[in-house]
């Protein structure tokens, strides 16, 4: 910053006192145990004390899992997810009950009857999701030309 010489810079280089490198006194080396303080203040106390903090309970919780370290913690699998290498748990091999030809002619039944009411449904969700689709689109435009129509112009 450049100080131009009109009368304020003037004064204002006068306040200001520069001490000479002789003039200042530097305090003397101190080890890292002692404390630091101005005359009159209280000296450092600590505030945490972990025997003042309450205790939390946790409701149904194993005694041997009350003091589990960090590290032991972080080797559980807690992972929901499967291993995609290893077979899935229902692949049992079990061998196929013996139907007689009344029963698998009813099965079969059942299960077209199920499929045709499963896409009958899928087609009603498919409608509903085509009128919400319409009234969402409609209820933009309405908020774009509110809008539009609320803005003023300055």
Not at 121 to 146: H, P, T, V, W, Y
Request: glycine share 2%; charged share 30%.
């Amino acid at each position: 910053m450049r100080i131009t010489e009109d009368t304020d810079a003037k004064k204002f280089v006068d306040e200001i006192e520069i001490p000479d490198a002789d003039d200042v006194e530097l305090s003397p080396a101190k080890s890292a145990g002692d404390v630091v303080r101005s005359s009159g203040e209280a000296p450092f106390a600590k505030s945490y004390a972990p025997e003042s903090l309450p205790k939390i309970e946790l409701p149904d919780l194993p005694v041997d899992a009350v003091s589990v370290s960090a590290q032991t913690l972080a080797e559980i699998d807690d992972s929901d997810e499967e291993d995609p290498l290893s077979e899935p748990a229902l692949a049992l091999s079990a061998p196929d009950p013996e139907l007689d030809p009344e029963m698998e002619a009813e099965l079969l039944a059942a299960i077209q009857v199920m499929k045709a009411q499963a896409d009958q449904r899928a087609e009603i969700m498919q409608a509903r999701m085509g009128k919400l689709s319409g009234k969402i689109s409609s209820l933009n435009d309405k908020l774009d030309r509110l809008v539009n129509s609320s803005r003023i112009e300055v």
